[in-house]
């Protein structure tokens, strides 16, 4: 079984910025592909950001493109996300998922492992 744990989050000031960590267990994290989805109150999950198993390709949502930035350092079975600009409406829980297939995909039912997730906040 992978665990996936997030950390990072918090309360910004719009315009400011943050950066998510995403650790995972097991000896395969470097196979897999990864991403950041969030769900704000009231709302559906939705993607953020997703990395193939090598970092060589990633894929953004159009909200965060140019404002986030997704990475992993295989080494250290860890995944981030930088946040910089925040606006208030990425305000929401911030979901890290871990997928066997080693590509980065925006579709989350193409991820078999998720973490707890942590809260972003984000005020005026």
């Known amino acids: 079984q992978v665990q996936v744990v997030e950390s990072g989050g918090g309360l910004v000031q719009a315009g400011g910025s943050l950066r998510l960590s995403c650790a995972t267990s097991?000896?395969?994290?470097?196979?897999?592909?990864m991403g950041w989805f969030r769900q704000a109150p009231g709302k559906e999950r939705e993607f953020v950001a997703a990395i193939s198993w090598s970092g060589g390709s990633t894929y953004y949502a159009n909200s965060v493109k140019g404002r986030f930035t997704i990475s992993r350092d295989n080494a250290k079975n860890t995944v981030y996300l930088r946040m910089n600009s925040l606006k208030l409406e990425d305000t929401a829980v911030y979901y890290c998922a871990a997928g066997r297939r080693p590509l980065a995909s925006g579709t989350a039912r193409e991820y078999d492992y998720w973490g707890q997730g942590t809260q972003v906040t984000v005020s005026s």
């Open positions: 097991g000896r395969t994290f470097s196979s897999y592909g």
